[in-house]
């Protein structure tokens, strides 16, 4: 059985966890754990940035795990 969350080889199934995780994204990052050769956790940061200075709401960045892997 091919461990699916390995990172040599990587499986079809971790590309696409890591696809989903950059789809659509303007501003922020993505960061993948790895614990003994598995990828463990994917955690995506979303940072949402104001179009003028004088806007009342502030700049907001946050992060949240998108998928905690088994």
């Known amino acids: 059985m091919i461990d699916e969350f390995s ?3 990587i499986s079809d199934r971790l590309l696409e966890e890591i696809k ?10 993505i960061e993948i754990y790895i614990e003994s050769g598995r990828v463990v ?13 004088e806007a009342k709401r502030p700049n907001y960045v946050y992060s949240r795990p998108i998928n905690k892997l088994k």
């Open 7 to 9: 990172t040599s080889p």
């Open 20 to 29: 989903m995780a950059v789809a659509n994204k303007e501003f922020g990052s």
């Open 41 to 53: 956790q994917i955690t995506e940061r979303i940072i949402r940035k104001t179009n003028k200075p």
